[in-house]
């Protein structure tokens, strides 16, 4: 709608200016002096149509206004064509009907009171036309005296563009910010003096909200700029730069790895700088968690490198100590002392069985077993080794504990925690091992670390030594940690509990205060079977009168072998690498029964040698024995979960048992 010009009028009657003679008289001379006269004279004679030609052919809305009463005076065309009223509807209003930032007269004086006081106001509001619908505006309002009369002019600009390109750009920065948020990395804009002037949703999560401040107080509490600045170097060459860095946050340290690019202006200038921040820390744990890995995979190389002379060198000790054993009387002041020795022979191949397990490169023998009998068995073992100032206790359950376990590697476990337990007790204190059997709930599932709720056999050893921290306890099963001077620890003893209480499907917790002791508690499932019982035979009764062909290059192993095979019966013909052995074998291959061999000889190994022999004589008995770890051994396609394989060091009733087996097993088909 759209008002006509004699709807246009001034309420009140507002009188105009008078002219005075002297400048009508001016202007008229002029005008007759001029081209331009005849409009000249229009001017003189109808002000008040030139006043209302002017305001309507404004593109604002204007309102004059009588500030005691909010009464409209004056309404342009514009106004008019704003709100849908006529000139003459909106000349009977008040301001409060349609304003939507006053709403009532009490409202009105308030905001006259603040208009006068400023002495003029400019905002943002909205009316309400006729057909109800808003129109967005802003107002510039401002106190008006003419001819001793006060008058509030009102113009209202019509801002629905200007709204609807602010919705835009508001729509299209929030769809850049869920862009750069979704994008997972940290974004930060800074100012050439470092301050920050914006950080997106995954920065200040990660790192908190520190608009307005700058860059080196807020993230590295420093009160100049770091060292190495990535944003210096963008400032000075204008290139994009990247590099790794850490922050200490209240979540612990951040590892992130920064982008720092230049923010140029519309003329090129670099005005300050962009960084976008990617948390790393997860893939540092990664890198460390690989490296130890690695360190593990060293180690298990390096065992079983060192595992086939050290088992050679266990089976000399052994076969000839068991050997000498049996020839010496239960009463017989030596014998004592060959106990000792075996028993220490015994340990140290339950030793490297336990870092081969470790690093899996041995696989475990599991039976089931009491565990209240591995710890009385070693409980003799472990006086001597935690010394006289230390108490040892057992505080074991009543009757048996059976679970499924390789009691060598259960005892490794109880040696490793006890050896510990002793070193944190260095002036003295006591150490109990404890075994009980628990229905873990699932309260107290979550507490043990336990994958399932069940029934479960523990295993507790307590010490009353120095304890640890929250920070230290974070660290004790990584390889290579140890908190023990160089010379006095590795750091793989508990890595090596954790990985043997592992393979047993079970779980180890640990608890411990400075000052206050410390608790390892380990859960094993239980298993209700009865414990095995291993036959019992004597040597004597495990021999015969075949012929056996030794194959050994380790000449002292193949001397004692072929020690314990003759006073067992055998026959034995000996060959000191792969390629003697296939000659000796072709030389008697009617004669020879079975052949015993080492897996890895020189120029032809125990594989290859069963290869050549099976191809002469399909029936032929073989048993394989290495002091190598199973992963070697499955390199050279030799499985010991058949019965032709034989594990170093071996006791000599150990070897005459299997070797019997063998010759007893009437499968014709055997495969190594």
């Known amino acids: ?87 003459d509807a909106l000349l ?17 004086g308030d ?85 920050i002037l914006y950080q997106n949703v995954p920065h200040r999560e990660k790192q908190g909200d520190h608009v307005g401040e700058v860059c080196y107080r807020a993230y590295q509490h420093r009160d100049q700029i770091c060292k190495g600045c ?31 690019s230049p923010l140029r202006d519309a003329e090129g200038n670099i005005v300050g700088g962009i960084e976008v921040v990617r948390d790393i820390t997860q893939r540092k744990s990664l890198e460390e968690q690989l490296l130890h890995a690695q360190k593990m995979e060293a180690v298990g190389q390096l ?35 060959i106990d000792q020795v075996l028993a220490s022979a015994e340990r140290a191949s339950k030793l490297t069985r336990s870092l081969l397990a470790f690093s899996r490169k041995q696989s475990m023998q599991l039976r089931v077993i009491d565990l209240n009998s591995i710890v009385r068995d070693i409980n003799k073992l472990l006086q001597p080794l935690v010394g006289e100032d230390v108490e040892l206790r057992t505080v074991l359950a009543e009757g048996e504990l059976t679970v499924m376990a390789d009691g060598g590697q259960i005892e490794q476990v109880l040696m490793n925690l006890t050896s510990n337990a002793h070193d944190a ?32 056999v523990l295993l507790s050893v307590v010490d009353t ?27 793989l003893g508990l890595a090596i509990v954790y990985g043997i209480v592992s393979q047993h499907r079970g779980t180890i917790h640990v608890s411990s205060k400075p000052g206050l002791g410390t608790t390892f508690t380990i859960a094993l499932p239980y298993h209700a079977a009865e414990p095995d019982v291993e036959p019992s035979a004597e040597s004597s009764a495990l021999g015969g009168h075949e012929t056996v062909l030794l194959v050994e290059d380790e000449a002292e192993v193949r001397r004692l072998l072929k020690l314990v095979l003759e006073n067992a019966g055998y026959a034995v013909i000996e060959a000191a690498d792969g390629e003697e052995g296939l000659a000796r074998f072709l030389e008697s291959k009617d004669a020879i029964r079975i052949v015993l061999t080492d897996v890895i000889m020189p120029k032809k190994n125990g594989r290859e040698l069963y290869e050549s022999i099976r191809a002469v004589r399909s029936d032929i008995k073989t ?25 170093k060091p071996v006791a000599p009733d150990t070897l005459l048992r299997k070797i019997r087996a063998v010759l007893d097993d009437d499968n014709p088909d055997q495969q190594p």
């Open 425 to 456: 007790m260095p002036h003295g204190g006591r150490i109990t091992i404890e075994t009980r059997v628990e229905d873990i709930d699932e309260a107290d599932r979550e507490a043990l670390g336990i994958e399932r709720a069940g029934r479960y």
């Open 230 to 260: 990535l944003l210096v170097t963008c400032f000075a060459d204008g290139r994009v730069h990247r590099h790794e860095t850490s922050a200490v946050t209240d979540r612990g340290t951040l590892h992130m790895e920064v982008s720092a």
């Open 1 to 87: 709608m759209t008002c006509n010009t004699r709807s246009l009028r001034l309420a009140g009657k507002i009188p105009l200016p008078p002219m005075n003679d002297k400048k009508k008289k001016a202007t008229v001379r002029q005008s007759r002096s001029s081209a331009v006269a005849p409009i000249g004279s229009l001017l003189i004679q109808n002000d008040q149509a030139l006043f209302t030609t002017l305001i309507n052919l404004s593109n604002d809305a204007i309102f004059i206004v009588d500030p005691e009463t909010a009464g409209i005076m004056y309404v342009n065309g514009k106004a008019c064509s704003n709100l849908g009223y006529s000139g």
């Open 623 to 647: 048993l394989f024995m290495s002091g190598y770890s199973d992963d070697i051994m499955l390199r050279r396609g030799i499985s010991d979960q058949g019965a032709y394989y034989l594990p």
């Open 465 to 491: 030594g120095t304890g640890m921290d929250d920070e230290t306890q974070k660290k004790i099963f990584n390889p290579f940690f140890t908190t023990k001077e160089q010379s006095r620890g590795t750091g």
């Open 92 to 108: 009977g209003m008040k301001i409060y009907e349609f304003a939507a930032n006053v709403k009532s007269v009490q409202e009105w």
């Open 111 to 195: 905001w006259v009171r603040k208009v006068k006081a400023a002495g003029s106001a400019v905002i943002e509001t909205e009316q309400r036309r006729k057909d109800g619908s808003l129109l967005p505006v802003e107002i510039n309002v401002r106190f008006v005296t003419f001819a001793g009369r006060e008058f509030m002019i009102s113009v209202a600009r019509d801002i629905t563009e200007r709204k609807r390109a602010e919705k835009i750009l508001r729509e299209e920065r929030n769809k850049l910010e869920a862009v750069m948020s979704a994008i997972g990395d940290g974004i930060t804009v800074q100012d050439r003096q470092f301050r």
């Open 303 to 337: 065992a079983g490198s060192v595992a086939h002379d050290f088992n050679n060198i266990l089976t000399s000790i052994i076969g000839y100590g068991s050997l000498l054993q049996m020839k010496t009387g239960s009463d017989d002041p030596n014998r004592p002392y």
